[in-house]
C-alpha cells in the first residue's frame, strides 16, 4: 500500500533544524559524512563509544567525559562512562541560560512566569532547606505534588545534592503511593494540601496524615499551601516558606555517571509497581539528544505535554531546559470547560511544541473542534502524541486543524527508560497512522517468534544494544534478578520491551499494542491497537477494551469486545452487527469479537492505559484487588463490574 505522507522536510531542513547542525558537527569535528538518516542511525547503533561522545560534547555537557570506554559489558550489565562524573541539575541551571525558564498555568491558582536567574534563585533556596533538614546524598525525597514550578524546584534541588528524588501526582490514592514510596523509605515528603480540578474542590489533608503514618521512614513533611494559603499545617509539618527560607550558595554535587537521579514507577496493574532507578548521565544524555534532534526543541522554543508528575512525560517535559527551551506546565482538568482549553492556552502563551496524549487528540477530533477559533496557534512547529497508538485519522485530523507545515510527532517509549526510542525526526517524513523512525542510539529491532529480526511483519519490539538510560536498575533488587526477569528473559543479552512492533522497510514503525495482551485466534496473532483505531473510529463508541479468552483445549477460545457508549446511545443488535461489519471490512475476519459488552467505564490507569490483562484475569476467577491498585485506576470501581459479570 502506498504510504500517505503528510508533510515532507523542506528542502532547507538541514539548516533550520538542530539535528543539521549536528550532522555538520560530525563533519566538521569527527570527518563523518552521512547522506541520509537511516545511515546515520545504523552508525549511531553501532558506533555506540563515538555516538555517545559526540552527543555529550554537542550538547554542551559539563564537564567532557574522561578518557577510556563510554559502555563497558553488554546487556543486561552494560555499565556507561565507568569513570565520568555529572550533575543533571548543574546542567539545567547552568549560567549560559536566560530569560523565561517556565510558564505555568493551573487551575487553582493564578498563572506564573519563572525567570532562569529566579529559577537558580529558588532551587539555592530550596538546596539550603533540604541540607538544614539533614538531606545528603543518596537520601531519598519524595513528592506528592502536582505539575508546578515548586516541584521542578524540589527536583533540581534534590539533585544537586546527589539526593534521589521520586513523585506522585496528588490524584493518586494513598495505597498507590504507599506502594511506590513505601519501597524506597523517603526521608523527606512534599505534599499539598489540596487542588481544584476543573470547578472541583479536591482536599488532600486526610490523605497525607495517612501518608505520614504509612511512611516510617519520614523525618520531615513540607507542605506547599497550594488550595488554601493560608492552611494549617499538621504536627510537625513544615511549609513550603520556611523550606525555602534562607539563602544559599547554588552549588553541585558530582556524582557518578549512573548515580540514581529519581525512582520512576510502572503502572502497577499486575503487582506492586517496579521502582525504576534512573541515573543522572544517562536522562542528561538521552534527553539532551532526543529534545534536540528529534523533536527539534531550541532556544526560543516553548515546549509543553499536558502530564502530571507521575507520568514520565513530566520527566521529560522538564528536561526542555537541557536545550535551553522555556517549559510550560499546567496543572488541571484538561477538558475545563471544554476540550479546547488546552489549545487557548497554547495560543496565549505562544507554544512551539505542543504534546499529549492520543486518547485526548483523538477526542479533540471526535469533538469537532475548530482550532482556528481558539486563537493564534501559527507558532506550533510539532504536535506530539503518545501513550498509545495514533490512528491515521488523527494525523489527518491534525493537519486539517492546523496546516501542511506542522510535523506531527507520534513517539513511544517507555517509564523504563524515561525517553521514546522510535519518534519523529525533521529529515524524514511524516507518514498517517506511522511512527517516522527509530531514535538515534536506540537499536530497536522487531524479533518474530524463534528470535529472528524481521521487516514489515509484526513482531516483538526489542533493542538489541544498550542505551544509556536504560535503568540502573530497580530499587532494592540488589542481585538484579528482578531486572533480568523483567526485561531479559525472554532472549538473553536483548531488551524485550512489550509492545508489538512492524517495522517498514522505509524505516517506519508501526505499534500494535502491548505484547502480553495478545489476540491469538486460529493461530495468528492480533495487535489491539489497530482494533481500537476501528472500533472507537465510530461516533457511537467513545472507549473500548478487548481481551482473548482462550480455551483450555486449544480452540479458539471466546473474543469479548466492551465498549463504553456515547451519551444517549444504546447497544443493540443493529450497532452489534454495525461494529462487526466495520472489523471485518478494515480488519480481517479474525478480528470479529464473539460478544460485544457494554460498560459503564474502561478502566485505565492514571496515566492513560487500558486494563486488559487484569480485565482477562478477573473473567478468569481473579479477584479486582488482586490483579491492581485502585488508587493507580481513573476510576477505582471500574473493574467491579467484570467481577459482576463473573458472578
Same mark, same amino acid.
Given at each position: ?19 543539521? $547542525? ?38 554542551? &555537557?559539563?564537564?567532557? *567525559? ?24 548543574? +546542567? ?30 529558588? &532551587? ?71 487542588? $481544584? ?14 501518608? !505520614? ?20 499545617? *499538621? ?42 532507578? +534512573? ?22 522554543? !516553548? ?24 517549559? &510550560? ?49 501559527? !507558532? ?77 511483519? @509484526? ?22 534478578? $528482578? ?13 524485550? +520491551? ?65 465498549? @463504553? ?24 475476519? $479474525? ?55 463473573? !458472578?
Amino acid at each position: 500500500m502506498t504510504p500517505e505522507v503528510l508533510w515532507q522536510p523542506p528542502p532547507d531542513v538541514r539548516r533550520r533544524a538542530r539535528i543539521g $547542525r549536528y550532522l555538520e558537527h560530525l563533519e566538521t569535528h569527527h570527518d563523518l559524512r552521512f547522506d541520509s538518516y537511516n545511515d546515520l542511525w545504523q552508525w549511531s547503533t553501532t558506533d555506540l563509544d563515538r555516538f555517545w561522545r559526540t552527543i555529550w560534547d554537542f550538547t554542551g &555537557v559539563e564537564p567532557a *567525559p574522561p578518557d577510556g570506554p563510554a559502555v563497558t559489558g553488554a546487556m543486561p550489565a552494560a555499565r556507561w562512562f565507568p569513570r565520568a562524573s555529572v550533575n543533571y541539575a548543574q +546542567h539545567m541551571l547552568r549560567p549560559a541560560l536566560d530569560g523565561v525558564a517556565i510558564v505555568a498555568r493551573s487551575q487553582t491558582r493564578d498563572p506564573i512566569e519563572v525567570t532562569f536567574e529566579d529559577l537558580r534563585a529558588q &532551587v539555592a533556596r530550596a538546596r539550603t532547606g533540604l541540607r538544614r533538614l539533614g538531606v545528603v546524598r543518596g537520601d531519598r525525597v519524595a513528592a506528592y505534588l502536582p505539575n508546578t514550578p515548586e516541584a521542578l524546584v524540589a527536583m533540581l534541588a534534590t539533585a544537586s545534592l546527589g539526593a534521589v528524588w521520586s513523585s506522585c501526582a496528588p490524584e493518586f490514592g494513598v495505597r498507590a503511593v504507599v506502594d511506590r514510596f513505601g519501597q524506597i523509605e523517603p526521608k523527606i515528603l512534599l505534599v499539598v494540601d489540596g487542588y $481544584r480540578y476543573g470547578d472541583r474542590v479536591i482536599d488532600r489533608a486526610h490523605e497525607v496524615a495517612e501518608l !505520614r503514618g504509612a511512611l516510617p521512614s519520614l523525618e520531615t513533611t513540607v507542605v506547599l499551601p497550594y488550595l488554601d494559603a493560608a492552611v494549617s499545617l *499538621p504536627d510537625g509539618a513544615i511549609g513550603w516558606n520556611d523550606l525555602v527560607s534562607d539563602s544559599g550558595p547554588l552549588e553541585f554535587e558530582p556524582v557518578p555517571f549512573e548515580h540514581p537521579l529519581y525512582v520512576l514507577f510502572s503502572s502497577g496493574t499486575t503487582g506492586l509497581p517496579k521502582a525504576i532507578v +534512573h541515573g543522572h548521565g544517562g536522562i542528561l544524555l538521552e534527553h539532551a539528544k532526543y529534545l534536540a534532534l528529534h523533536h527539534d526543541i531550541d532556544v526560543g522554543d !516553548r515546549l509543553f505535554w499536558f502530564t502530571t508528575t507521575g507520568w514520565m512525560m513530566w520527566n521529560l517535559l522538564v528536561s526542555g531546559l537541557l536545550v535551553g527551551s522555556t517549559i &510550560v506546565l499546567f496543572d488541571g482538568d484538561p477538558a475545563y470547560r471544554d476540550l479546547g482549553a488546552l489549545w487557548t492556552m497554547a495560543a496565549e502563551t505562544g507554544i512551539t511544541s505542543f504534546g499529549a496524549s492520543a486518547p485526548y487528540l483523538m477526542a479533540c477530533r471526535r469533538a469537532g473542534l475548530d482550532l482556528k477559533s481558539l486563537g493564534d496557534l501559527s !507558532r506550533l512547529h510539532t504536535v506530539g502524541s503518545t501513550g498509545a497508538p495514533l490512528p491515521a485519522d488523527g494525523f489527518r485530523w491534525v493537519y486539517e486543524q492546523l496546516g501542511p507545515d506542522v510535523v506531527v510527532a507520534s513517539i513511544s517509549g517507555g517509564t523504563d527508560v524515561c525517553t521514546a526510542f522510535v519518534g519523529s525526526v525533521p529529515l524524514e517524513p511524516v507518514v498517517a497512522g506511522e511512527i517516522s523512525c527509530r531514535c538515534l542510539g536506540a537499536r530497536v529491532e522487531a524479533f518474530d517468534e524463534v528470535g529472528d529480526s524481521v521487516t514489515d511483519a @509484526q513482531g516483538e519490539l526489542v533493542l538489541t544494544a544498550p542505551m544509556p538510560s536504560m535503568p540502573v536498575g530497580f530499587w532494592g533488587d540488589e542481585d538484579g534478578k $528482578r531486572y533480568r526477569a523483567a526485561y531479559f528473559d525472554s532472549y538473553p543479552g536483548v531488551w524485550r +520491551h512489550g509492545d508489538w512492533i512492524t517495522i517498514t522497510e522505509r524505516g517506519t514503525c508501526i505499534i500494535s499494542g502491548r505484547s502480553d495482551a495478545t489476540l491469538n485466534r486460529g493461530g495468528v496473532r492480533i495487535g489491539t491497537a489497530e482494533l481500537y483505531d476501528v472500533v472507537e473510529s465510530l461516533p457511537e463508541i467513545t472507549d473500548s477494551l478487548v481481551v482473548h479468552l482462550e480455551d483450555s483445549d486449544g480452540g479458539s477460545g471466546e473474543l469479548i469486545l466492551f465498549v @463504553q457508549l456515547a451519551p444517549g446511545v444504546e447497544l443493540d443488535d443493529g450497532l452489534r452487527a454495525h461494529i462487526a461489519a466495520r472489523l471485518r471490512a478494515d480488519l480481517s475476519p $479474525r478480528h470479529v469479537p464473539d460478544d460485544v459488552v457494554e460498560v459503564a467505564s474502561v478502566p485505565r490507569t492514571l496515566t492513560g492505559k487500558r486494563l486488559e490483562v487484569p480485565v482477562k484475569r478477573i473473567l478468569r476467577g481473579a479477584s479486582p484487588d488482586d490483579v491492581a491498585s485502585r488508587d493507580a485506576l481513573t476510576d477505582p470501581t471500574s473493574l467491579d463490574e467484570f467481577a459482576s459479570m463473573v !458472578r
